[in-house]
């Protein structure tokens, strides 16, 4: 599986659109793009994926750069519940396992 | 939508002795189940691949006899972590794939390991 690169942290007003970069120059054509995050000692929740169209959904949106090579989750309207670790994962579909990266800490503040 | 239930959620076990922790999907299958390990301030690292009726399949340093991994049912995997030593201290973490869906993972709460 490609490899990703994050932001080790970044910082988000209530109430404004928090915007996470992801970085996968190298991946490969038939690679999605996966968007996990975990909340302080939970387990990893499932937010979106998407192979090369943007998509949404009732969480989040994946903007996904025309060559692939980097991506963009958005979170329209930041909530405190929203801080967490961020994970970026690109697998190919299919029965692969999930890699996780250092992912984003995304802090919401007041 | 699809939920995995781990228990316990919290153990705390002296050392030399062992511990199951449970991991079941309640409202779907899953052939396959995975099983991470994540210390503090660090990322997730997968340990095992189990599926339903075979023997797991371990990732490079982690030791088999050690981390006894069974997963007898669809909806039913287990860990056991014997002879638990203080440095197996950890959080604990599993993944179950719907049968028949590709992208869907679906991870449990988390379960935090203290050895004394």
């Known amino acids: 599986d490609a490899k990703t690169t994050q932001p080790p942290s970044m910082d988000c007003a209530e109430g404004r659109a928090a915007n996470l970069p992801c970085n996968h120059s190298?991946?490969?054509?038939?690679?999605?793009v996966y968007w996990y995050r975990q909340i302080h000692s939970q387990g990893p929740q499932y937010i979106i994926h998407g192979l090369k169209n943007n998509e949404t959904n009732e969480m989040a949106s994946l903007i996904i750069t025309e060559d692939r090579k980097s991506s963009t989750l958005i979170l329209p309207h930041a909530t405190l519940r929203d801080t967490a670790v961020y994970y970026c994962?690109?697998?190919?579909?299919?029965?692969?396992?999930?890699?996780f990266g250092k992912g984003t800490m995304l802090l919401v503040s007041p | 939508g699809a939920v995995v239930s781990q228990h316990p959620s919290w153990v705390i076990c002296k050392s030399g002795t062992s511990v199951k922790i449970e991991c079941r999907s309640l409202d779907f299958q899953a052939t396959t189940m995975f099983w991470y390990r994540q210390f503090p301030k660090q990322s997730l690292m997968l340990m095992a691949t189990?599926?339903?009726?075979?023997?797991?399949?371990?990732e490079q340093g982690v030791e088999k006899d050690k981390f006894l991994i069974n997963h007898a049912s669809l909806t039913l995997s287990t860990l056991t972590v014997t002879s638990a030593h203080p440095e197996d201290s950890s959080f604990y973490i599993c993944?179950?794939?719907?049968?028949?869906?590709?992208?869907?993972?679906?991870f449990g709460s988390g379960t935090r390991l203290t050895v004394v």
């Open positions: 189990s599926n339903e009726g075979s023997k797991a399949t371990y």
């Open positions: 190298t991946i490969s054509g038939n690679e999605y």
């Open positions: 993944s179950a794939r719907e049968r028949g869906i590709s992208y869907g993972y679906t």
């Open positions: 994962i690109v697998r190919v579909a299919g029965y692969s396992t999930l890699t």
